[in-house]
């Protein structure tokens, strides 16, 4: 199978690897940025989807980080937002290497023995409530926020 390239405005993208997330309202896609070979995580909704993505939410946090110069380390970055403004077609998005938070968590649990690891745990944590301290300064909530995300 051979890795697609967007088309459109999607064009600057080329999918990464042969791993696509089938959701109830998305497809998520590792992808690259060919301007600068970084990877990226591409979210597509579905045509028929009855999702609609908030696009003044997203692109309030994407303006958040403009005026920040990209300093924002506690939330996940939004690179690119695609579609019209009532209805975002696709949302790109920093590419975190880890994995998602529960099993990163899961794993770090694992490995706590002594007092500095068990710090390190606590730190995600922080780093957490801080990035939801920004969504608050920008009055916007998260609804279900999870670690599996």
């Known amino acids: 199978m051979q890795n697609r390239i967007?088309?459109?405005e999607m064009s600057k993208y080329q999918e990464n690897?042969?791993?696509q997330i089938q959701g109830g309202q998305a497809s998520i896609y590792f992808a690259i940025d060919l301007k600068n070979q970084q990877q990226v995580i591409?979210?597509?909704y579905f045509k028929d989807s009855n999702f609609q993505v908030d696009?003044?939410?997203l692109k309030k946090i994407q303006d958040k980080y403009s005026e920040n110069l990209g300093q924002l380390e506690?939330?996940?970055?939004?690179y690119d937002l695609i579609g019209e403004k009532e209805?975002?077609?696709?949302i790109v998005i920093e590419y975190c290497n880890e994995g998602d938070l529960y099993n990163y968590l899961f794993k770090k649990?694992?490995?706590v023995q002594t007092l500095e690891q068990a710090i390190k745990v606590i730190d995600i944590v922080i780093q957490i409530t801080k990035g939801m301290m920004i969504l608050k300064e920008l009055?916007?909530?998260?609804?279900?926020l999870k670690p599996e995300y």
Request: hydrophobic share 40%.
């Open 87 to 90: 209805k975002i077609k696709f």
């Open 17 to 19: 690897k042969n791993l």
């Open 6 to 8: 967007f088309e459109g």
């Open 55 to 57: 696009y003044a939410v």
């Open 109 to 111: 649990q694992q490995e």
């Open 42 to 44: 591409i979210k597509e």
């Open 139 to 144: 009055n916007l909530a998260h609804r279900d």
């Open 74 to 78: 506690n939330l996940v970055k939004i």
